[in-house]
């Protein structure tokens, strides 16, 4: 079965400057799981990519990789790291 958020860690770590600065919250609801994830605010940009084109495509990833486990996904992008206890 897919880890969906190591695979989210490292769509996103091939994408950012500061991979060391991913933080990625996984809130698991049944069938449903929602990932919010957090990157450095230089590397905000290169995550959401023109008109969200980067983050649609992430999303799309997700999906896919939700569906071949049997869940339902949700990627929220936070626009700001959030400390984690």
Do not use: F, W, Y
């Not at 957090?38 to 799309?60: E, L, N």
């Not at 997700?62 to 959030?82: L, P």
């Amino acid at each position: 079965m897919t880890n969906l958020k190591q695979t989210l860690a490292n769509i996103t770590g091939a994408i950012v400057d500061k991979p060391e600065e991913i933080v990625i919250v996984e809130k698991t609801d049944g069938d449903h799981v929602t990932l919010e994830l957090s990157v450095a605010p230089d590397d905000m940009g290169k995550v959401i990519g023109k008109h969200g084109k980067i983050a649609r495509a992430i999303r799309q990833l997700m999906k896919t990789a939700a569906s071949n486990c049997g869940k339902k996904i949700t990627v929220n992008i936070k626009d700001e790291i959030e400390d984690v206890e």
